[in-house]
């Protein structure tokens, strides 16, 4: 299953499926990003980050893919399991400051 | 390590009242930063601390709010007489000196304003 980010705020996939999370982030001077995984009731958990000067980063079962070209940010989940249903957000540090700047989310459910 | 500690986890307060949010940081950790969720929406950065000192206030309301990260103790991000709109999530994150790497976020305090 795939998602536009913004434009599909939720994504439901089958259970072993791989996911596709979008975001697109707004400043080109942009030059750490992370991804969070937050489930209902928690704060923000870290799955993954890549600096600007990368375009791909692989974890366990998850890579992060950046195109600075269009500003734009993937995950990839592979074989999606049902632990995985939560809301993921993109966060952009900018070259200034230290605080992030939060996509709006994607909501995806795992079907059993 | 106890990771960033975040308390109350839920805070009730009558409309006008005061809201004191606690956060102690990781251990070893002593940049901390304030960020509010409302509900079905990202995280809105607040402010940035270390120990004694405000760094970047740029997200915080002009009025009400104020933050403050002592030498000894918690951080605390304060509301005063608090409305409805105030009604959210609020998450601390920490992170060590010099680097965001390592950014870790605390569960977060659910206030309610009623």
């Known amino acids: 299953g795939e998602s536009v980010g913004l434009h599909l705020p939720t994504l439901s996939v089958q259970e072993g499926d791989n996911s596709i999370i979008n975001c697109a982030y707004s400043?080109?001077?942009?030059?750490?990003f992370i991804w969070y995984k937050q489930e209902s009731g928690k704060g923000p958990q870290f799955i993954i980050d890549?600096?600007?000067?990368?375009d791909k980063r692989q974890g366990q079962r998850v890579t992060v893919l950046l195109n600075k070209t269009v500003k734009h940010l993937s995950l990839q989940i592979a074989a999606t399991q049902p632990g995985d249903s939560a809301v993921y957000f993109c966060?952009?540090?900018?070259?200034?400051?230290?605080?992030?700047?939060f996509g709006t989310g994607t909501s995806l459910t795992v079907i059993p | 390590n106890a990771g960033v500690m975040q308390n109350p986890r839920h805070l009730v307060r009558r409309r006008g009242q005061e809201a004191r949010l606690r956060c102690s940081p990781m251990?070893?950790?002593?940049?901390v930063y304030w960020y509010r969720q409302l509900p079905e929406e990202g995280l809105k950065f607040m402010v940035y601390?270390?120990?004694?000192?405000?760094?970047?206030e740029s997200g915080m309301p002009k009025e009400r709010f104020s933050a403050e990260f002592p030498k000894e103790g918690p951080s605390i991000l304060r509301i005063q007489q608090v409305v409805r709109g105030d009604s959210a999530a609020y998450f601390c994150?920490?992170?060590?000196?010099?680097?965001?790497?390592?950014?870790?976020f605390g569960s977060g305090t659910r206030l309610t304003v009623v």
């Open positions: 890549i600096r600007s000067n990368m």
């Open positions: 601390l270390q120990k004694e000192n405000i760094i970047d």
């Open positions: 994150a920490s992170s060590p000196v010099g680097r965001v790497y390592g950014y870790t």
């Open positions: 966060a952009e540090k900018r070259n200034t400051g230290n605080q992030f700047y």
């Open positions: 400043n080109s001077a942009s030059d750490y």
């Open positions: 251990k070893g950790h002593s940049h």
